[in-house]
C-alpha cells in the first residue's frame, strides 16, 4: 500500500519509460506521445482511494500503455493501407539535435539504442501487434511473461510464444557492421552524391540493394521501393539535378550514422542506411515533413 504522494511521485517518474515503450511499439513519435497520455489520463481518471491501493504505479501505467498501444497497432493496419506511399517509422535526431527543438521535455527523449534503428523498427513492422509487445517488453525491456500477459490477455506460456516467433524474425535487424565502418560508407555515398557520380555510387551500393520512400502524399517521392544499385544511384543523381543548393549533412538518425538533405535552412529529407561488407544494402529516407518536425538543426557541416 502506497500513500496519494506517493503514488503520484511513483507515475511522475515513469513517462520516459513509457515513452521510450511506447515509440519501439508504435514507431511514431506522436502516437507515443498520444498513448502516454492516454494512460497518464486514465491513472488520474480513477478514484483516489483505488490508486492509493496500487502497489506499483509504473506497472500500472506500463500495463494500459501497453493496451493503449496494442489498440492503436490493430487500427494503424488499415490506417496504412491508406497511407499514400510506403510507410516509414519516424525518424529521430540525436539527443543534442533534439534539444534544439521547442517544448520538448528532455525527460521525454528516446534512448537511441539498436532496439529503434530503422532496420530492427521496419522489421517490427512485418510482426503482428501481439508479437510486437511480447517481443519489445521481454526482450527489449526485460518485462516477466507473467506481466506481458496482462497487457495480451493471454497466459505467460503463449506470450513466451509469441516472442520467440518474433525473435526468429528480428535476428537478421541487427547492425550488421560497427557504427566507423557505416559513417565510413555514409560518408563516402554523400560524397559521390554531391559529386553526381553515378559509378561511384553503384560501386558503393549492393547490387540488391532496396530504397525506401515515405513522402506521405504530402510531397513527391517515389511511391514503391527501388530495387538494384545501379536503379537508385541513377535516381539519387535525377533527384541532385533537380535540386540546385540542396545541402547534405552527417547526422545521427536513430543512433546510427545517416544523412540529413536540408535546403534553404529545412530539412527535407532524412535517410537511414543499412550497411553489409563495406556496402549500402538498404536506405530508408523520410520526406513526410510531419515525421521531420523534431529535425532543426545547428549549422555545424
Excluded at 504505479?57 to 494503424?76: E, H, K, N
Excluded at 520467440?164 to 550488421?176: K, L, V
Amino acid at each position: 500500500m502506497g500513500t496519494a504522494g506517493a503514488s503520484t511521485a511513483g507515475t511522475a517518474g515513469e513517462r520516459r519509460q513509457l515513452m521510450n515503450i511506447a515509440y519501439r511499439l508504435l514507431g511514431s513519435v506522436a502516437e507515443s506521445e498520444d498513448a502516454v497520455q492516454e494512460a497518464y489520463a486514465r491513472w488520474y481518471a480513477l478514484p483516489r482511494s483505488r490508486r492509493e491501493e496500487i502497489v506499483s504505479p509504473g506497472a500500472w501505467l506500463t500495463t494500459v500503455t501497453g493496451r493503449v498501444c496494442l489498440d492503436v497497432l490493430g487500427s494503424a493496419r488499415a490506417r496504412r493501407e491508406r497511407y499514400v506511399g510506403a510507410w516509414l517509422p519516424d525518424p529521430l535526431p540525436d539527443r543534442a539535435e533534439w534539444g534544439h527543438v521547442q517544448g520538448v521535455d528532455p525527460a521525454d527523449r528516446i534512448v537511441l539504442d539498436e532496439s529503434v534503428t530503422m532496420a530492427f523498427l521496419v522489421v517490427l513492422e512485418s510482426m503482428t501487434p501481439a508479437e510486437r509487445v511480447a517481443f519489445v517488453l521481454h526482450d527489449v525491456f526485460r518485462y516477466p511473461f507473467a506481466e506481458i500477459g496482462g497487457v495480451l490477455d493471454r497466459t505467460p506460456a503463449a506470450c513466451k510464444q509469441l516472442a520467440a516467433s518474433a525473435r526468429r524474425r528480428a535476428r537478421d535487424a541487427r547492425a550488421s557492421v560497427t557504427a566507423a565502418v557505416q559513417a565510413d560508407a555514409v560518408r563516402r555515398v554523400k560524397e559521390a552524391w554531391e559529386t553526381k557520380d553515378i559509378a561511384a555510387l553503384v560501386e558503393l551500393l549492393d547490387p540488391a540493394a532496396v530504397m525506401t520512400a515515405d513522402g506521405g502524399g504530402l510531397v513527391g517521392t517515389v511511391l514503391r521501393p527501388i530495387e538494384g544499385g545501379a536503379r537508385i544511384a541513377h535516381y539519387m543523381v535525377a533527384i541532385a539535378d533537380k535540386a540546385p543548393g540542396l545541402e547534405l549533412l552527417e547526422r545521427s538518425v536513430n543512433g546510427r550514422p545517416g544523412l540529413v538533405a536540408r535546403s534553404a535552412g529545412t530539412v527535407m529529407t532524412v535517410a537511414s542506411f543499412d550497411v553489409t561488407e563495406g556496402r549500402v544494402t538498404r536506405i530508408w529516407a523520410v520526406r513526410n515533413p510531419e515525421k521531420l518536425r523534431p529535425w532543426v538543426l545547428d549549422n555545424r557541416p
